[in-house]
């Protein structure tokens, strides 16, 4: 089974491929997929430490909807899906 992850924004900007394939076996929990990400992207390390920092700090769409409405990091994510990661952007 293969998920895309595609990152947006700055961390795509610096990233040598915004775009990454992880690898899994059967159905995955979007938590599980983040946490491949994070474990085997030293860019995504550097960020994010595990897959709640990333619910936290940005945007996550499963297939291109909020991955809130679909259960969070408990949504099934399944071979072919696309998830995108859209950092939140705020000023004060």
């Known amino acids: 089974m293969t998920v895309r992850v595609k990152f947006r924004g700055p961390l ?5 491929q915004p775009i990454i394939e992880v690898d899994a076996e059967g159905e995955m929990r979007l938590g599980g997929v983040l946490l491949r990400a994070i474990e085997s992207h030293q860019q995504v390390r550097e960020h994010w430490s595990n897959p709640g920092d990333i619910e936290r700090e940005a ?6 909807i909020d991955s809130a409405l679909l ?3 408990d949504a099934t994510v399944r071979d072919g899906d696309t998830v995108e990661i859209l950092p939140l952007v705020h000023g004060g």
């Not at 795509?12 to 040598?16: D, H, N, V």
């Not at 945007?59 to 291109?64: A, E, I, K, Q």
Request: proline share 0%.
């Open 12 to 16: 795509a900007i610096s990233m040598e």
């Open 59 to 64: 945007l996550v769409l499963v297939n291109g």
């Open 71 to 73: 259960g969070g990091l």
